[in-house]
Structures are given as structure tokens and as C-alpha cells.
């Protein structure tokens, strides 16, 4: 096959590739078991998700800024691990001995390479939600769980949060208030339904707060992270970006990339809708950037293995060519669920862990792009791969998939370095000349790195 690249034709920048430490971190946080060379297990973890020297080098972590169902035992939860710690012990107090398991491991993260947190926010802390839950109940459908009068305590709750742990010396880059305003969240996790309007608002809220309180320039705000890329995208779009407080303290629309299957065809046409959104936001805000912050393979059974690696890379190509997304954000980033999710498997009993190739497939990307490199146009003669390239001044780094069951080969260019991952390899690096010819092995991610 024939790959050309042309680095005059230049895309969005990239700013990296991250996972949130939901549902496993405030578990993992407090194993202090060691392995046979003496080094904790948690320690290990972080280190594979975040060293660029002994893992995949991921720079960004997000942080759940829990609600607190897990001190008071209110709402139906599916699993003990989707209740959160809050830091909320009452109006304007706080005690920051809570969760300290996740706080740990998002400064261990911190410790290994991750230099953005994103704090998140799934429900509102209990005491200001109408229901005093962290979701509504049952007969509660398409309500939302805060109250107009609550928008400010809600506000001030997390910029107290986030400002004390930015005074700690945490790289807090971005406060994402809201998430998949869009579903119902009767249940299950912690979750909070808004209208479009009401999600504006409530992010107007905080941008007069951030004002208030002068804290414009130390983060910035982040959202609203809508679910699913075919539904309602466009509503909550424009009223979010309709307040000019909120355009002061915002760089970026926040989505989830996520896309359940539907009976109907039309609807089944991933490409189509990326390319609608896309073409939506270059007409009416050509100059806003947007982030993928949420995605994860969502099939049942544990499957560590390539068939869903491929899948977790195919969506991250097209997120980057199609959306033009400038970073990337897994849901979790470690599982105990049986589920297809999560880059590292946990046993709770045994407190242990498994590497899956959703893992090294994302070191593909993580491991090499440099940040702030500029995507830049490639294309390659056979259809069947994806690929996508970037650029900065001192290196070009290719990332082919090749989601075939047949094997492919490329000519190196030049001196470059590859990294591969299928079946048999892990992020294997190897050197080729000039007119040598790669090996593009079938169900495979290969970067390619040219300096």
C-alpha cells in the first residue's frame, strides 16, 4: 500500500488522551499490596496508565467530584463502587480527609506524567438536590434534580473543591459541571437530568461565580458532555455558547462520542452523524474547538483481547478525522465489571490486575503524539485501513489500523521507529531503513514515527 502524507494541509491541534478514575480509583487507591519486586500494585497501575517510560504515557486524568450517596446510603445503585464520596459536611464545610483513596491515586497520576485534571461532575452534592439524592426516583421522569435557587450553592461547592485542590498544587485545568445532561438518571449511578436551557444556565451560574470570585485564568469550565453524538448535540451547543460569560471561560465544546445501536438504519450511520455535527459547528462557531470526554466499548463479557481494540482505535480515528477532536477521553480506565470497558481488568478479592489490549492500543496514540502537535493531512491508496497523522517541528507520527484479518505492507520513508500492537505484540518498537518494508500484520495498530 501507498501512504502519502502532506504536512502543508495542517487540522485541529492535539492536546492528548486521557481516562477518568470513576468507580475504581476510591478501590484501588487503598490496595497497599506489593508485588514480588516490593512495588505497590497501585502504584504499578498508575504507572502503566501514565509513565511514558513504563506505560502509555496518557496526560490527562479525570477526577469525579462525588455526590456523596456513599455517606448517607440514599438512592438504588447497581454496584457498591458507583456510590461517591463527598467533601460536603455541611453549608460551607468541608472535610478533605474523605475520598482519599481517589484522591491518591489522581496524585499518583500526577506523580507519573498526567499534567491535566479535569474535575467532573455526575449529580450536584446531595444537600442542595430538590430529592436530597444523588438521581431522581422513579416516577421522576425528565425532571431535573436541581433547583434554580441552588445554582449558586451548587457553584460554590465545586470552586471550593476545585480551588483547594489547585492551592495543593493539583493541575486542575478544566471544571466540567455537568454530564449527559440528557438522560434521565433514575437510578444506577449518579446522575442529573437538564433541559438544553437549564444546562446553559447552570453553566452561566458558574461563569459569574468564576467572575465573582476572580478565578478566571487559574481553570477554566468545560462541558456540557452530552451522551450521545446523535441526540440533542446541537441544543445544548448553542445554549451553552449563547452567554458571553460562559465564551470567557470555556475553550472547547465537551461531548461523549457514544452511539447505541438503534433499530432503525438511520440511525445506525456513525460517519453521517459525526459529519453532521462537524459540519454544524463549522458554520455556526467555526472557531471552537471540540473534546471527546467520554467513551468506552459498550458490550457485555470481559474481552482483554484485539477484536475489541480495534474497535476502541477505529472510534478514535474518526473522532480525530471527523470531529476534528483535540483530545480523547476513555470512560474508565480500570474495570472490575464484566464488560468491555476499561483498559485494565481488577480483581477485587485478589486485588490484582490484567492488561488488555484496549491498553497498549491506546499507548499507540498516547505514547507517541507529542502534545500540541498539529494534525496534517494523509491518505493511503488501500480503503480498508484508517490511519491519521500528526506533526510537530521535530517529528511526524502515523497511526495505521489495519482492522483486516490480511496482512499489509508499507515502505518506510525514511529512518523511523515503529511501535506495534496486535495478538502477539505490545507497544514493540523496531527500527527500519529507508525503502525497508513494514509489516502491517492483520488486526493490528502500528505507529509509525518519523524524525
Not at 226 to 236: L, P
Request: net charge neutral; glycine share 6%.
Amino acid at each position: 500500500m501507498i501512504i502519502k502524507i502532506d504536512s502543508s494541509i495542517k487540522y485541529q491541534k492535539y492536546e492528548g488522551i486521557g481516562a477518568s478514575g470513576a468507580w475504581w480509583a476510591q478501590i484501588v487507591g487503598g490496595w497497599d499490596n506489593k508485588d514480588e519486586s516490593g512495588e505497590e500494585i497501585r502504584n504499578i497501575i498508575s504507572k502503566l496508565l501514565y509513565s511514558k517510560s513504563e506505560g502509555i504515557g496518557m496526560h490527562i486524568y479525570r477526577y469525579n467530584i462525588g455526590a456523596g450517596s456513599a455517606h448517607s446510603g440514599n438512592g438504588e445503585y447497581s454496584d457498591f463502587a458507583r456510590r461517591t464520596e463527598s467533601f460536603d459536611s455541611g453549608e460551607c464545610k468541608y472535610d478533605f480527609s474523605r475520598d482519599k483513596n481517589a484522591v491518591y491515586m489522581m496524585k499518583q497520576a500526577v506523580k507519573d506524567g498526567a499534567d491535566e485534571i479535569v474535575f467532573f461532575v455526575n449529580s450536584p452534592v446531595e444537600r442542595v438536590t430538590k430529592n436530597g439524592w444523588s438521581h431522581l426516583k422513579k416516577h421522576q421522569l425528565f425532571r431535573t434534580n436541581l433547583s434554580k435557587k441552588n445554582y449558586k450553592a451548587f457553584a460554590d461547592y465545586c470552586l471550593d473543591v476545585t480551588e483547594h485542590f489547585i492551592n495543593e498544587g493539583i493541575p486542575v485545568k478544566y471544571l466540567s459541571p455537568i454530564n449527559e445532561p440528557f438522560w434521565i438518571w433514575t437510578g444506577g449511578q449518579e446522575g442529573c437530568h437538564y433541559s438544553p436551557k437549564q444546562a446553559g444556565k447552570v453553566m452561566r451560574c458558574f461563569a459569574n461565580k468564576m467572575k465573582e470570585r476572580n478565578l478566571i485564568g487559574k481553570f477554566k469550565l468545560s462541558g456540557v458532555e452530552n451522551g450521545d453524538i446523535r441526540w440533542f448535540n446541537k441544543s445544548y451547543t448553542r445554549n451553552l455558547l449563547k452567554y458571553p460569560a460562559v465564551r470567557e471561560v470555556i475553550d472547547s465544546v465537551d461531548l461523549h462520542s457514544y452511539f447505541l445501536y438503534q433499530p432503525l438504519p438511520f440511525f445506525n450511520d456513525r460517519i453521517k452523524f459525526l459529519n453532521r455535527y462537524r459540519k454544524w459547528m463549522d458554520i455556526h462557531y467555526p472557531d471552537m474547538p471540540i473534546k471527546m470526554s467520554e467513551w468506552t466499548h459498550m458490550v457485555g463479557g470481559k474481552n482483554p483481547n484485539m477484536d475489541s481494540a480495534i474497535e476502541v482505535a477505529k472510534v478514535m480515528i474518526e473522532d480525530f478525522t471527523l470531529l476534528n477532536v483535540t483530545s480523547w477521553q476513555h470512560w474508565i480506565a480500570c474495570s472490575h465489571y464484566d464488560y468491555h470497558d476499561g483498559l485494565i481488568y481488577l480483581d477485587l478479592e485478589k486485588q490484582t490486575y490484567q492488561t488488555t489490549k484496549r491498553l497498549f492500543v491506546t499507548g499507540n496514540f498516547s505514547k507517541y503524539i507529542p502534545i500540541g502537535s498539529k494534525r496534517i493531512e494523509v491518505k493511503c491508496s488501500d480503503n480498508s485501513i484508517l490511519i491519521t497523522a500528526f506533526a510537530n517541528e521535530s517529528r511526524t507520527v502515523l497511526i495505521i489500523v489495519n482492522p483486516t484479518t490480511d496482512k499489509k505492507d508499507y515502505t518506510a520513508p525514511s529512518d523511523v521507529l515503529v511501535s506495534l500492537t496486535d495478538k502477539d505484540n505490545n507497544l514493540t518498537e523496531t527500527s527500519f531503513n529507508e525503502g525497508d518494508r513494514i509489516i502491517i500484520p492483520p488486526e493490528s495498530v502500528t505507529t509509525v514515527i518519523l524524525k
